[in-house]
Structure formats: structure tokens, C-alpha cells
């Protein structure tokens, strides 16, 4: 995303966002990968072992962020990461959703994940169209399960300007979760799986 603004000819300045979630009052898409995946793990109990760190915002807060941060005349950086400031993974995400919600789900390494992922995803889940994508990526997303992300600069130009943090990850899982139950991505614990389209 890329936002040019200044007095004094033409200051570009890049935002990175990271994935942007659910906002703060549970408003989703259908569209959105994390939505897919998620739908997908918890409609058939499975996790991924996955040490990768991710990243979810809230739509809203982020683009509150970004219009704070485009509104000061000047900053001393000119690109920003935009993610969150704490390391978590989908191991931490899925446990909070087994905590809060009661969903379970079995654990898998990456390479057995993605041969759960390809036995077991047809066209009646969200994530069919990018299963070939995952599983081709296998290799690379198991390579950067180390790598983390950097916004020191953008957390420094946030704070100067008064932005907002981004929530605890319990309630930024709960604007997912609460979206997806309802929109019938997911069916509440021990109930049948939705038909895609339902």
C-alpha cells in the first residue's frame, strides 16, 4: 500500500500492513485467507504445528492507524511495517480458540498438515481455491519459521502520533470467531459442518 502526501513535493511514504482481520465489531470477509484457513482447520479439527509468526489486525484499528500517521506533515521514516508489536503463532491462535469456544483440533507438522489439507479440503471449503498454493509453498513456509517481523519504526511513529496498539490476541481471535459463527463460515461446537453457500 503505497499513500504520497507532503507540502514540499512528493512524499511517498509505504505502509506494509500485515493480515488484516475481522475489525473490531466483527465485520469480515469471506475473501480473506486467514478466514479460509481458519474456517478450514476448525470445520475438520486440524492444526498445524507451525512456528511462523502471524500477524492479525483489525481492519479498523489499522486503518485508523495509517490515516493518524498519513496526517502528520512529516515522520522520520518512510516505510512502515505494519503488524503487531508481540510474536505469536497459529499454535497460540487455535489454542485460544479451543479455550474460549470448545473447538478441538488435532496437531500435524507442516508436511503432514498439508497432506491433511489435501485429502481432506474439497469445494465445499472456502480454502479449495488456494490448496494447491499451500501446498506448493510447503517448503517456504516451513523455511521462515524463524523469521520475524521488524516494526520498531512503526510502532515508534504510532506512539509518537497517539495510534492505537493493536488488541490483546483473545480479543482480536473473538472479531474473527464471532464473524465466521455468524456468517455460518463455522458451526458452533458439536453441530454439523456448514455447506458452503448455506
Given at each position: 500500500l503505497?499513500?504520497?502526501a507532503?507540502?514540499?513535493?512528493?512524499?511517498v511514504?509505504?505502509?506494509?500492513p500485515?493480515?488484516?482481520?475481522a475489525s473490531?465489531?466483527?465485520v469480515?470477509?469471506?475473501?480473506?485467507i486467514?478466514?479460509?484457513?481458519?474456517a478450514?482447520?476448525i470445520?475438520?479439527?486440524?492444526?498445524v504445528?507451525?512456528?511462523?509468526q502471524?500477524s492479525f489486525l483489525?481492519?479498523?484499528?489499522?486503518?485508523d492507524n495509517?490515516?493518524?500517521?498519513?496526517?502528520q506533515?512529516t515522520?522520520?521514516v518512510?516505510?512502515?511495517?505494519?503488524?503487531?508489536?508481540?510474536?505469536y503463532?497459529?499454535i497460540?491462535?487455535t489454542?485460544v480458540?479451543?479455550r474460549?469456544?470448545g473447538?478441538q483440533f488435532?496437531?500435524?507438522?507442516?508436511?503432514?498438515?498439508?497432506?491433511q489439507?489435501n485429502?481432506?479440503c474439497?469445494q465445499?471449503?472456502?480454502?479449495?481455491?488456494l490448496t494447491?498454493?499451500?501446498i506448493?509453498?510447503?517448503?517456504?513456509?516451513?523455511?521462515?519459521q524463524?523469521k520475524r517481523?521488524?516494526?520498531?519504526s512503526?510502532?515508534?511513529v504510532?506512539?509518537?502520533?497517539?495510534?492505537q496498539?493493536?488488541p490483546s490476541?483473545d480479543?482480536t481471535?473473538t472479531y474473527i470467531m464471532?464473524?465466521m459463527?455468524r456468517?455460518?463460515?463455522?458451526?458452533?461446537?458439536?453441530?454439523p459442518?456448514?455447506?458452503?453457500?448455506?
Amino acid at each position: 500500500l503505497v499513500l504520497a502526501a507532503g507540502k514540499q513535493g512528493l512524499d511517498v511514504r509505504i505502509y506494509r500492513p500485515s493480515l488484516l482481520s475481522a475489525s473490531s465489531s466483527g465485520v469480515g470477509s469471506k475473501d480473506d485467507i486467514a478466514v479460509r484457513l481458519l474456517a478450514f482447520m476448525i470445520n475438520h479439527g486440524i492444526g498445524v504445528e507451525a512456528r511462523n509468526q502471524v500477524s492479525f489486525l483489525p481492519v479498523d484499528i489499522t486503518a485508523d492507524n495509517i490515516a493518524t500517521i498519513f496526517g502528520q506533515p512529516t515522520i522520520p521514516v518512510r516505510t512502515l511495517h505494519v503488524t503487531v508489536d508481540d510474536y505469536y503463532n497459529m499454535i497460540d491462535v487455535t489454542k485460544v480458540i479451543t479455550r474460549k469456544y470448545g473447538y478441538q483440533f488435532k496437531y500435524y507438522d507442516i508436511p503432514d498438515f498439508m497432506k491433511q489439507l489435501n485429502q481432506h479440503c474439497t469445494q465445499e471449503d472456502l480454502l479449495y481455491p488456494l490448496t494447491d498454493f499451500f501446498i506448493r509453498s510447503q517448503d517456504k513456509l516451513a523455511a521462515m519459521q524463524h523469521k520475524r517481523y521488524n516494526n520498531d519504526s512503526y510502532r515508534a511513529v504510532r506512539e509518537q502520533c497517539g495510534g492505537q496498539r493493536e488488541p490483546s490476541l483473545d480479543d482480536t481471535v473473538t472479531y474473527i470467531m464471532e464473524y465466521m459463527l455468524r456468517e455460518g463460515v463455522i458451526a458452533p461446537v458439536g453441530q454439523p459442518r456448514p455447506v458452503r453457500g448455506s
